[in-house]
């Protein structure tokens, strides 16, 4: 099994999208402090352990429309039902490891790779 | 959408984290300037409602033009109140911040901006549209008649028209139909205030 192989620290850093993953050694919680969604398992790619938060935010600018405002309803989408991040979005390896031949700058620490969830 | 927009929109949800607050700030800001337009806005209709221009006019024309001014002042304040919300968003509640729930989100928030400045720019024109058309009925309106009408029985008629002077030997009005009208006090039976000459038995 893949998730039992050991973390190849030598992989070179590559953003490599795998595509759709098996999501069994994902799990997802709301981190303990409350401050959002944490998503951890095992990277596809370099098999280390990564481990994603997903905080909650206010983003951008924004919000109700006026008219929502008026009529008191709370606006559909994302916020409208409990949010899944861990087969809505795309995830990152954050490993952690500073791959070699990896960015300076990157916003995720790890070996490059992206995946989603198959459901 | 491709893999390299995914990492995008992942990043650029990791930066926001860190940009909440000056966000926040940001768009308290800008409801302060949109509020002190607005203030303004009040102002302007305070001098209006000040000026008694309006008492000149016939009721019909006094009522239409106060509702074409209100409405058009409800127009204006609620184009700007649009505007502002589409230039610096209002309170939102949070997301879970990932690359694909900013990517939903930015596209609800287009849409909702769009909408918002095209209703502003509706209630804005609108709204200038029924002031011109307050000021427009004031204009006609006023120049039809002259104030103080008075309707003035005396032994030999009635006569209405705008009292020009009256002293203790005769009463002066000026009337549409048979210029002006000078009746010795001795002959006056009454004279009492008339909204208008158009009705004349
Ligand atoms: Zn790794
Ligand atoms: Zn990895």
């Not at chain 1, 390896?93 to 459901?119: F, I, K, L, N, V």
């Not at chain 2, 300037?33 to 006094?62: E, F, I, N, Q, Y």
């Not at chain 2, 001014?69 to 609620?78: C, G, Q």
């Not at chain 2, 009925?137 to 009292?163: D, F, I, N, Q, Y």
Request: proline residues 6%.
């Amino acid at each position: 099994m893949t998730h039992s192989r050991p973390h190849d620290h030598s992989l070179a850093y590559a953003e490599d999208d795998l595509g759709e993953v098996d999501p069994v050694p994902f799990t997802q919680r709301a981190a303990p402090d409350g401050t959002g969604v944490l998503v951890s398992g095992t990277c596809p790619r370099c098999h280390g352990r990564t481990r994603t938060l997903f905080p909650w935010a206010i983003p951008g600018t924004g919000g109700k429309g006026l008219l929502d405002l008026v009529r008191g309803r709370r606006p559909t989408g994302a916020s409208a039902t409990e949010p899944d991040p861990l087969s809505e979005e795309v995830h990152f390896c954050e490993c952690g490891h500073a791959h070699p031949q990896g960015p300076p700058d990157t916003r995720y620490r790890g070996c490059g790779a992206s995946w989603r969830m198959s459901r | 959408m491709t893999a390299h927009a995914d990492r995008r929109w992942a990043e650029l949800a990791r930066e926001l984290e860190f940009t909440t607050l000056p966000e926040l700030r940001r768009q308290a800001e800008g409801w302060r300037t949109g509020l002190t337009g607005l203030t303004a806005l009040l102002a302007v209709l305070v001098l209006l409602k000040g000026r008694d221009d309006l008492t000149a006019l016939p009721d019909w024309a006094r009522n239409t033009a106060t509702g074409l001014v209100l409405s058009s002042f409800v127009l204006l304040l609620i184009g700007t109140l649009l505007a502002v919300r589409a230039a610096h968003g209002t309170r939102e509640e949070e997301i879970l911040l990932g690359g694909q729930a900013l990517r939903r989100w930015t596209e609800r928030e287009v849409y909702r901006v769009r909408r918002a400045l095209v209703l502003a720019t509706r209630c804005c024109v609108l709204g200038v549209v029924l002031v011109v058309g307050a000021v427009v009925l004031a204009w006609v309106t006023t120049g039809s008649g002259p104030s103080h009408l008075v309707k003035l029985r005396t032994g030999t008629g009635v006569v209405c028209g705008e009292l020009v002077g009256a002293d203790r030997r005769e009463v002066t009005v000026r009337t549409e139909a048979d210029g002006v009208v000078v009746a010795r006090q001795a002959t006056v039976v009454s004279m009492r205030p008339a909204r208008s000459c158009a009705a004349m038995p």
